[in-house]
């Protein structure tokens, strides 16, 4: 088979998705969003390519990431992965659970729709509305609707030092999110599921005097054995944004609850493979060759 690998560029998880497909004796070729070009209006059915690859010709497309761009730069980019998959061409992540996963307020209403777990939350438009849930709450962590890797994200408990924050967000013409702070002592469990299984999982501190776990930020990892509960929290949260592959966040709370706290449908998987040893890569290319040939005539 030849899988095109749609990236921002060559790197180490890219060159880990080449490396588990060569294995399997198939190959990989990694291509930039940037280059996407799509013919319309010829007559026929139109073309979507990359340089000399045609992209419907492919026999699947792993969306590694969507680079940084202009809104119309990635909406165009999103659009393009819908067409492919209309075309008949398998998709994975789908678009449709990439942009599910990539908007917090998206991702925390479905999980909530699904049952499972999610801290007290409030999404509004307003300076007023999202200064009437900081003094609800307290203390609470205002987060960017679109991000990762704990960039953006403010924790504030006085009203005054949140009402700057709130502030300055106006400016930007942000959407608020505001979340109710909660006690974790500095841990929280990222779970990698694959196919509607929990491959493996981390548990993530935070630095001395930081609240943000995040490895990015100076976090430490190691391997974390998950009791079944979790893994089946995990596995629920993946399905319910309709990934096949994820990482899912789960923040255990100090008084006992396990909340679900985020799914990345875009996700980076270096510090659970240094971890845990796991072969992320082969899961994911294993996963990603059963649903081809599931989905071929027999």
């Not at 009437?132 to 030092?161: E, L, Q, W």
């Given at each position: 088979?030849h899988?095109?690998?749609?990236?921002?560029?060559?790197?180490w998880?890219?060159?880990?998705l080449?490396?588990a497909?060569?294995e399997?004796?198939h190959s990989?070729?990694?291509?930039?969003?940037?280059?996407?070009?799509?013919?319309?209006?010829?007559?026929?059915?139109?073309?979507?390519?990359?340089?000399?690859?045609?992209?419907?010709?492919?026999d699947?497309?792993l969306?590694r990431?969507?680079?940084?761009?202009?809104?119309?730069?990635i909406?165009?980019r999103?659009?393009?992965?819908h067409?492919?998959e209309?075309?008949?061409?398998?998709?994975?992540?789908s678009?449709?659970?990439?942009?599910?996963s990539?908007?917090?307020?998206?991702?925390?209403?479905?999980?909530q729709?699904?049952?499972?777990?999610?801290?007290?939350?409030?999404?509004?438009?307003s300076?007023?509305?999202?200064?009437?849930?900081?003094?609800?709450?307290?203390?609470?962590?205002?987060?960017?609707?679109?991000?990762?890797?704990?960039?953006?994200m403010?924790?504030?408990?006085?009203p005054?030092?949140?009402?700057?924050?709130?502030?300055?967000?106006?400016?930007l013409?942000?959407v608020?999110y505001?979340q109710?702070?909660?006690?974790?002592?500095g841990?929280d469990?990222?779970v990698f599921?694959v196919?509607?299984?929990?491959?493996?999982a981390?548990?993530?501190?935070?630095?001395?005097?930081?609240?943000?776990?995040?490895?990015?930020?100076?976090?430490?990892?190691?391997?974390?054995e998950?009791?079944?509960?979790?893994r089946q929290?995990?596995?629920r949260?993946?399905?319910?944004?309709g990934?096949?592959?994820?990482?899912v966040?789960l923040?255990?709370?100090?008084?006992?609850?396990?909340?679900?706290?985020e799914?990345?449908?875009?996700?980076?998987?270096?510090?659970?493979?240094?971890?845990?040893?796991l072969?992320?890569?082969?899961?994911?290319?294993?996963?990603?060759?059963?649903?081809?040939?599931?989905?071929?005539?027999?």
């Amino acid at each position: 088979m030849h899988i095109v690998i749609l990236s921002a560029r060559a790197g180490w998880h890219t060159g880990e998705l080449c490396r588990a497909l060569a294995e399997r004796r198939h190959s990989g070729r990694v291509l930039p969003y940037e280059g996407l070009v799509a013919r319309l209006g010829t007559g026929g059915a139109g073309g979507l390519s990359i340089g000399s690859t045609a992209i419907f010709d492919a026999d699947a497309v792993l969306a590694r990431i969507i680079p940084n761009g202009s809104l119309e730069q990635i909406i165009y980019r999103v659009d393009a992965l819908h067409w492919i998959e209309k075309r008949g061409v398998l998709v994975m992540n789908s678009p449709r659970a990439i942009e599910r996963s990539v908007d917090k307020f998206y991702t925390t209403a479905l999980l909530q729709e699904a049952g499972l777990p999610t801290p007290e939350t409030v999404v509004c438009d307003s300076t007023a509305d999202a200064m009437a849930a900081v003094r609800t709450m307290g203390d609470v962590i205002v987060k960017p609707i679109f991000g990762s890797m704990g960039y953006g994200m403010v924790r504030v408990s006085d009203p005054d030092v949140a009402l700057r924050v709130v502030q300055s967000l106006e400016q930007l013409r942000a959407v608020f999110y505001v979340q109710r702070t909660i006690d974790h002592g500095g841990r929280d469990v990222r779970v990698f599921v694959v196919g509607g299984r929990a491959l493996g999982a981390i548990e993530r501190r935070a630095p001395e005097g930081e609240w943000r776990t995040n490895v990015s930020r100076g976090g430490s990892a190691h391997a974390f054995e998950l009791p079944t509960a979790w893994r089946q929290l995990a596995v629920r949260a993946a399905a319910a944004v309709g990934a096949d592959y994820a990482g899912v966040d789960l923040l255990p709370s100090r008084e006992g609850t396990v909340f679900v706290l985020e799914v990345n449908g875009i996700p980076g998987w270096q510090g659970l493979q240094h971890a845990t040893g796991l072969d992320v890569a082969g899961a994911i290319v294993d996963h990603l060759l059963c649903r081809v040939s599931e989905a071929r005539p027999a």
